[in-house]
């Protein structure tokens, strides 16, 4: 799943990047990285960006809906 | 006295490492451009104790291997200046990333001093640090700081002569290190710039492989990155040094860091964004806030305006009153009226303008106003970040034309530049506002902004066919909600002010003096001749009003005065020479038509000469073109 189809407030764990090298540069540099809790916080209007939390580098990063649809994630598990 | 100690402060984003700039060298900084770029940095030269030091405040970067500009400038500044001690300004509520920019800058052994700011920040969010752990770690001093209070800047000061030199952390493990092609090549980069190791010239070839950071050459560059797909079969070894160093700082985080509590409760924070960012509210706040905004503005400047003109108008009526009228009195008179368009006009709308908006910006809501305005601008070719270029638009065209340097790609920083001088800016709405209410009604301004948003809309979608690149990714931190501090407010203000001052300002003045002279020679009589033909058969308008227009080029803010004076009629009786049509041609023929020659030489400086001439012939193309259609409309 892509982190645009994630739910508002669920908890996922981002698994890949598919991204050109200059997002992808830029999404790790923010804080961002492959096997970090992420959580949904808002969705812009009109579907818009996303922003979402980093749980583990403590980032709010805004992101457009293109590079979100790149974003791989899956739920984390419920402990 | 010693000789000079260089010092640089290197940050992440909203570190908070301008407030400590500020903080250590109070109002003493200028800007500077990094040669070549656009991208600029503060300097300022202080005496502490025994020492004169030079402080540089490098910009606000997350990585110094990134390709942004302002990322490339500041890795090609390390490398090639000598500096005598980095401060390393980290936000405490976000150390393991934090972490990764200071593991990067220790790998170019120069004495270094880490500054653990935001400490109050970091405690909020139940985030307690070991400074002790950190300082054995990396072997430099660290200090605590809080530098929105000042709490610890002068612990630092103290510091700056004994920095010590960092211990190198960030040391390639993996296997290609070792192979023939990048030692050649770091060999070969490290022979260009001798200051830097061997290690951290291989990690800049790395960097270098998609060919953003320019250290390599481009036949290099292609062995390099052949020999790493088909030899070693590594696909992208950037990101196996970011993981190595992503690695390291989550260890020194670990190690360092204990959470004390994890929040349960919504934050303050999570509920003013609930609102803010909400999908429905989230626009309609937007919305309110920058009516609001333009509505303190107009109070504002309105009652400031009436104030600062006062001992100018003094002056131009003592002027008028000398007999002969001799050419000196004449530039006096054109000077006289030049300063106040930048004192009684500009200053009044301005200088609020900027407050308010460097406060939205402080306290941490343009970044949110982007979030919201992605969308929308997103299918323009746009993004989030040309907003506030934009609102900044409506207070004076130049500074905002400047202030688009804070768009990375090429795309977007054009497109939103050529777009900025479509906004009215203070001097073009003080003419609708004025025009609108003596005549045309509150519905008509309405409805010329409307128009305005419209135009700007096609344009910009026009202007992303020239592009054949996609629109960028939209990628924004969104800082916490913060409280702004004086000294921070009052040093953007000064910065966006100073371009108007040293850039816009005298080229009114110049402008002014210019005009009072083609009307002292009479040559305003010719202009009005040659262009009367377009104005009375294209646009339906008075031939009076050609010199009117074609000068307003050079201060369109006296437009309005300039029209009342040619046809010599003061502005509330316009109505007795000029036809209600007249009038609203010659408002939105003003709006929209070519911009003011600051903005085209900011245009120009910005953007080069293609796009300034490619603004004007279609600024005026299309001014001519809704100018036609307002008559036809006006007609029935």
């Known amino acids: 799943m892509s982190l645009d189809e994630v739910r508002i407030d669920d908890v996922v764990i981002v698994r890949d990047i598919n991204a050109g090298h200059r997002a992808l540069r830029r999404l790790l540099s923010l804080g961002i990285n492959i096997g970090d809790r992420v959580r949904v916080l808002h969705f812009g209007p009109f579907k818009g960006a996303i922003l979402i939390e980093d749980i583990d580098s403590g980032v709010k990063v805004a992101l457009g809906r293109g590079i979100a649809r790149k974003i791989v994630v899956e739920h984390a598990r419920h402990n | 006295m ?68 302002a990322e490339r400038v500041t890795l ?82 103290r ?11 960030l040391e390639i493990t993996a296997e290609f290190s070792i192979h023939q092609e990048i030692i050649g090549s770091a060999r070969n980069l490290k022979a260009k710039h001798p200051n830097i190791s061997e290690e951290v010239a291989k990690i800049l070839c790395i960097a270098d492989l998609e060919g953003q950071l320019g250290f390599l050459s481009s036949t290099e560059r292609q062995a390099l990155k052949q020999s790493f797909t088909n030899t070693l079969k590594i696909e992208n070894p950037w990101l196996l040094i970011h993981q190595e160093k992503h690695k390291i700082a989550m260890a020194l985080f670990e190690e360092s860091t204990r959470i004390i509590h994890k929040k349960m409760k919504k934050s303050a924070e999570n509920l003013v964004d609930s609102v803010l960012m909400n999908p429905y509210l989230g626009p309609l706040s937007a919305l309110l806030i920058i ?110 034309v400047f202030s688009t340097r804070i768009i990375e790609s090429d795309r977007e920083r054009i497109t939103t530049a050529f777009l900025i001088p479509f906004i009215p800016c203070s001097a073009r709405l003080a003419i609708i506002f004025a025009l609108s209410t003596l005549f045309l009604g509150f519905r008509f301004a309405f409805f010329l902004f409307i128009l305005n948003l419209v135009v700007i809309a096609i344009i910009a979608k026009l202007i992303s066919h020239i592009f ?120 939105v023929f003003v709006t929209f038509y070519t911009p003011c020659l600051s903005t085209i030489l900011a245009l120009w400086k910005e953007t080069g ?16 073109i809704l100018a036609v259609l307002t008559g036809i409309a006006f007609s029935f």
Request: proline share 5%; charged share 20%; net charge neutral.
């Open chain 2, 2 to 69: 010693h000789d000079t100690i260089k010092v640089a402060l290197i940050g992440q984003p909203n570190s908070g490492k301008s407030t400590f700039f500020n903080q250590l060298v109070g109002y003493r900084a200028h800007t500077s451009n990094f040669p070549g770029t656009t991208v600029e940095f503060l300097q300022a030269e202080v005496v502490y104790g025994k020492n004169r030091f030079e402080i540089i405040d490098l910009p606000g970067i997350y990585s110094l291997l990134g390709e942004e500009p």
């Open chain 2, 609 to 624: 000469l293609k796009w300034t001439l490619l603004q004007i012939a279609s600024s005026l193309f299309i001014a001519t």
């Open chain 2, 159 to 169: 510091m700056l002569n004994d920095a010590r030199l960092p211990k190198n952390l």
């Open chain 2, 468 to 587: 054949k690149s996609d629109v960028t990714d939209f990628i924004l931190e969104i800082p916490p909600y913060r409280i702004p501090t004086l000294k921070g407010l009052f040093s953007k203000l000064w910065f966006k002010l100073k371009d108007f001052i040293t850039f816009a300002w005298p080229v009114i003045i110049a402008g002014s003096i210019i005009l009072a002279l083609m009307q002292y020679f009479r040559i305003d009589v010719f202009i009005n001749r040659a262009f009367s033909p377009f104005l009375k058969n294209i646009l339906g308008l008075n031939p009076n009003l050609g010199l009117v227009l074609i000068f307003g080029v050079l201060r369109k803010e006296l437009a309005l005065i300039m029209a009342s004076e040619a046809l010599k009629t003061p502005v509330p009786l316009l109505n007795s020479v000029l036809s209600i049509r007249e009038i609203a041609t010659f408002t």
């Open chain 2, 76 to 157: 090609k500044y390390l490398i090639e200046n000598k500096i005598d001690v980095i401060i390393n300004v980290l936000d405490s509520s976000v150390l393991s990333r934090s972490l990764e920019l200071t593991i990067e800058v220790a790998s170019f052994k120069i004495p270094m001093i880490l500054v653990l700011n935001m400490m109050d920040e970091a405690e909020k969010k139940g985030i307690k640090i070991n400074a002790e752990i950190l300082k054995e770690k990396l072997g430099i001093d660290v200090v605590e700081t809080i530098a929105t209070q000042g709490k610890g800047v002068d612990k630092v000061i």
């Open chain 2, 291 to 400: 009516l609001l905004m333009f509505f303190l503005v107009q109070q504002i400047g309105g009652y400031l305006s009436t104030i600062f003109s006062i001992p100018f108008e003094f002056i131009s009526q003592k002027l008028q009153m000398w007999r002969g009228n001799p050419i000196g009195i004449t530039i006096l008179r054109a000077i006289n009226d030049g300063l106040n368009s930048g004192i009684g006009i500009v200053f009044p709308y301005f200088v609020p303008f900027i407050l308010f908006i460097s406060i939205l910006e402080d306290v941490g809501y343009l970044s949110r106003f982007a979030f919201i305005m992605d969308h929308l601008l997103h299918r323009l070719g746009l993004h989030g970040k040309s907003t506030v270029p934009f609102i900044l638009g409506y207070g004076c065209n130049v500074p905002a």
